[in-house]
Each structure stands twice: as C-alpha cells, then as structure tokens.
C-alpha cells in the first residue's frame, strides 16, 4: 500500500495577496494504452472540473464533465511553467509525480475559476511539450482532500490529494475500463481534417447519385 500525498498550503501576506505553495509525492505506476510504462517525464496536469458541482460523485461524471477538466499546473495549463514530471517509471507505486510550484495572483499567476473545485489529474503518453494527438486519461477521487477551497480564505485547509491503492473504490478514471492507463486517444488534426473532407465528399456522391 501507498500513500499519495499532494500538499498545498495555502499561505497569506499582508496585502492578502493568494499565495500557493504546492508539493507532491508519489503516485501508482501508469502504462500506456498497450500496457507499457509510460517513460520519465511523461506530462501530467493538474486541475479542476469547470461548473462540476465539488460534491459530485466521479462515478457520476458525464462526459461533459469530464471534458470540462481545466489544468492550473503543468503542460498546456494557464501556468505552464509550473512543471509536473514523473519519476523512476515503471516502478510501481514508486513510481511518482513531482510538483514543487509556488503560484502568486500578484505575479500573474493564474488559480482555478472560482471555488470550491473538484481536482483532478490528468495523465498523458508523451514527454514532449506538445501534447496534440497524445493518449491520456484523467483521474478524480470521491473524497473531501481532493477539494480545493478559496485560498483567500484562511480558516480552510488545504486540500491533500491522495491515492492509497490501485483499487481504491473512490477513485474513478475518464475510462474506467483502463484505469491507470493513458488510453483516451485524440486524433491528430490531420486524421480530423481527412475525416471531414472525406465525409464531405461522400456526400457529395451520394447527391450526385
């Protein structure tokens, strides 16, 4: 058994200025959709579900929920140069996230859209920075840790996200079918486009039949 421990301490200045400090720990090991490990460095985000209702069961979620997803931290977030990365892949529940970002509204650094949020993770296949095309799967956890609250309110606690097993029955994936696994393929713009143009002219013939 593992703990997974995510640690965001909410701090205050003077001004009130939303000052997060956020660190992380470990995290089950991840495969791809073949079942491979997923390589160190694989980009991961961190965010919250947009206009879910916090208190929504992830067993629950509607695939509009889960499209819903909005990344703070890590690759393609509104705070891309906070990075998430992975270390010694493959093994198992050593296997691991590293988050060591520090997020300041006076600076310019962006948190979620109101609160309380649901968050979530999300999990890609690649170690490239551009994650078009790229296979993921995201995670959420029916449990009050995984709630973030108004950081300018500092009577809440900060949320600790945690996974303790890999069947931990609070847990859901966007494809249950394949938790722990980046299976969610996002065509290539290219294959889109193809797809289109050759739905396009299909149509085409057929009127002209």
């Known amino acids: 058994m593992m703990k997974t421990s995510l640690a965001l301490v909410i701090l205050s200045s003077v001004t009130n200025a939303a000052t997060v400090s956020i660190g992380g720990g470990a995290f089950a090991n991840l495969l791809d959709a073949s079942g491979n490990n997923l390589p160190t460095g694989s980009q ?12 929504k069961s992830g067993d629950d979620f509607t695939s509009v929920d889960w499209d819903s997803f909005s990344p703070f931290l890590g690759v393609g977030s509104s705070n891309p140069d906070e990075v998430i990365g992975t270390f010694d892949a493959g093994g198992g529940f050593e296997s691991a996230f590293q988050i060591s970002s520090t997020l300041d509204t006076d600076l310019g650094d962006s948190l979620p859209l109101g609160f309380p949020v649901r968050l979530g993770f999300r999990i890609f296949d690649s170690t490239q920075s551009l994650i078009e095309g790229a296979s993921y799967n995201t995670v959420v956890r029916d449990v009050s840790t995984w709630v973030f609250n108004d950081p300018g309110i500092v009577t809440n606690q900060p ?36 797809a289109l143009l050759g739905a396009t002219l299909f149509l085409g013939r057929r009127k002209r039949a």
């Open 44 to 55: 991961v985000q961190l965010g919250y579900f947009l206009g879910v209702a916090p208190s």
């Open 159 to 194: 949320p600790t996200p945690s996974i303790s097993s890999t069947n931990d029955p609070l847990m859901f994936w966007e494809d249950s079918a394949n938790p722990f696994q980046t299976s969610i393929g996002v065509p290539e713009p290219s294959s889109v486009l193809s």
